[in-house]
């Protein structure tokens, strides 16, 4: 798109979301491509941006909210050991 002179007119001419229409077939694969990626990690910022979790540092949050693993709590609780008394 930096190298594409029309795109760059078009830019200055039409209104932000005309031109992006506008530009959505000639981009079709960097547009999948970022809603692929864009879309789910704004909805988890979104989700974890809430009044009940409002932290400036949500770099793990975020992590773990868009990671594809599946937890697995019931080997975890199996593998934990009982603490002794004193």
Known sequence: MK???SM???FHLLTLEKFWIK???INSTLASFAL???VPCFSALALIKTKQRNRLDV???LMIALA???PRINQLV???QSQVSH
């Open 3 to 5: 190298a594409d002179s």
């Open 8 to 10: 760059k007119y078009g």
């Open 23 to 25: 530009g959505l077939p």
């Open 36 to 38: 692929r990626i864009l």
């Open 59 to 61: 770099d793990s949050d």
């Open 68 to 70: 594809k693993t599946e």
């Open 78 to 80: 199996q593998n934990m």
